[in-house]
């Protein structure tokens, strides 16, 4: 079993910035990834970002690129998530996953955030 983590959420306003991380435990061995997913209120859960456990490999949503920057501390089995030029539309619970076999397997609670206008 993996444990994750999430913490980092909050208020901020429009143009601002946050950094989520996401700690994980257990078995992190064996997983291979790690992703940020995102779910507004009434929408379902959409993908943000993902990375390698070794640093490479990332990709984004078109939604945040150039604004978001996701990021491993493998020493530390933390993954972050750095929000920058954070938008209203970006209002959510962010989840981070971690994926095994080709599946995302393992998720956090989630964490908030809310980007006031």
């Known amino acids: 079993q993996v444990q994750l983590v999430e913490s980092g959420g909050g208020l901020v306003q429009a143009g601002g910035s946050l950094r989520l991380s996401c700690a994980a435990s257990g078995r992190t061995f064996s997983t291979d990834r790690m992703g940020w997913f995102r779910q507004a209120a009434g929408k379902e859960r959409a993908f943000v970002a993902a990375?390698?456990?070794?640093?490479?490999?990332?990709n984004y949503a078109d939604s945040v690129k150039g604004r978001f920057t996701i990021s491993t501390d493998s020493a530390k089995n933390t993954v972050y998530l750095q929000m920058n030029s954070l938008k209203s539309e970006d209002t959510a619970v962010y989840y981070c996953?971690?994926?095994?076999?080709?599946?995302?397997?393992?998720w956090g609670q989630g964490t908030q955030v809310t980007v006031s206008s």
């Open positions: 996953a971690a994926k095994k076999d080709g599946r995302y397997d393992y």
């Open positions: 990375i390698n456990w070794s640093g490479g490999g990332t």
